[in-house]
């Protein structure tokens, strides 16, 4: 097992919380908790966060994504849907959470707090307790423009597209060699569409190459940073 892939028991009941105090407060379908799993198809570890994250993926209140991370592709098995770009969000949420190092499973709720994401009692209290409320920007939709308004700080604007399907990978080598994950909610693409410092400000969306593929826009403080709001692009 690759060293930042190691999963430190203490890990298991942490929670990095960033920023000022959270709301325990549940999100809804306007609002929802953004609940992101950052795994590899090489880590016998992960199934059980994947399971979780599956199992979450129906409720409204919640946009789950589902990010493949690169540095288990050399153990043998290259994740079919790892890219540097999801490896590299996942290490400004490390930087932010003050770690020197990754791991996977991981589960980052609105940017604000972490947990392995295989005990699930543990992940639906990390859920409410990284709530964000009803505040932050505003996020209208009309076919490809994107506007945002409201919040005062400045922010970061990210398009995320995601199969919402459930892939069914068969694995044939490395630690979980022989078995067949389901995987949903997997991110094909990110993007950053701009920064908003407040006021209003539209963005415009690339089309979209895979019509399958579904969309979400995040506004986030930094990179790595809270998620300030988010919404599913309608289809």
């Given at each position: 097992?690759?060293?930042?892939?190691?999963?430190?028991?203490?890990?298991?009941?942490?929670?990095?919380?960033v920023?000022?105090?959270v709301?325990?407060?549940?999100?809804?379908?306007?609002?929802?908790?953004?609940?992101?799993?950052?795994?590899?198809?090489?880590c016998?570890?992960?199934?059980?966060?994947?399971?979780n994250?599956?199992?979450?993926?129906?409720?409204?209140?919640?946009?789950?994504?589902?990010?493949?991370?690169?540095?288990?592709?050399?153990?043998?098995?290259?994740?079919?849907?790892?890219?540097p770009?999801?490896?590299?969000?996942?290490?400004?949420?490390?930087?932010?959470?003050?770690?020197r190092?990754?791991?996977?499973?991981?589960?980052?709720?609105?940017?604000?707090a972490?947990?392995?994401?295989?005990?699930r009692?543990e992940?639906?209290?990390?859920?409410?307790?990284?709530?964000?409320?009803?505040?932050g920007?505003r996020?209208?939709?009309?076919?490809?423009?994107?506007?945002?308004?409201?919040?005062?700080?400045?922010?970061?604007?990210?398009l995320?597209?995601?199969?919402?399907?459930?892939?069914r990978?068969?694995?044939?080598?490395?630690?979980?060699?022989?078995?067949?994950?389901?995987?949903?909610?997997?991110?094909?693409?990110?993007?950053?569409?701009g920064?908003?410092?407040?006021?209003?400000?539209?963005?415009?969306?690339?089309?979209?190459?895979?019509?399958?593929?579904?969309s979400?826009?995040?506004?986030?403080?930094?990179?790595?940073?809270?998620?300030?709001?988010?919404?599913?692009?309608p289809?």
């Amino acid at each position: 097992m690759k060293r930042k892939s190691v999963i430190s028991t203490a890990l298991g009941g942490m929670l990095a919380l960033v920023g000022t105090s959270v709301p325990a407060m549940a999100a809804d379908p306007d609002h929802p908790t953004v609940v992101e799993l950052f795994q590899s198809q090489g880590c016998s570890s992960c199934p059980p966060a994947n399971a979780n994250l599956l199992a979450l993926s129906d409720r409204p209140d919640l946009l789950t994504l589902s990010w493949e991370v690169t540095y288990w592709d050399d153990l043998g098995w290259k994740d079919t849907f790892s890219a540097p770009a999801f490896t590299a969000r996942q290490w400004d949420y490390a930087h932010a959470f003050h770690r020197r190092e990754v791991f996977t499973p991981e589960i980052v709720v609105n940017g604000r707090a972490d947990t392995v994401g295989a005990d699930r009692p543990e992940l639906e209290r990390t859920i409410v307790q990284a709530d964000r409320g009803e505040g932050g920007p505003r996020i209208v939709v009309s076919g490809l423009d994107v506007t945002i308004s409201g919040h005062a700080g400045t922010a970061l604007v990210v398009l995320v597209r995601f199969d919402p399907k459930i892939i069914r990978v068969p694995i044939l080598r490395g630690e979980n060699g022989g078995r067949v994950l389901p995987h949903r909610n997997v991110v094909r693409q990110v993007t950053v569409l701009g920064t908003f410092s407040g006021g209003s400000h539209s963005y415009r969306m690339p089309d979209a190459r895979n019509p399958d593929l579904r969309s979400a826009i995040l506004v986030e403080a930094s990179q790595g940073g809270p998620i300030l709001a988010a919404a599913r692009v309608p289809v």
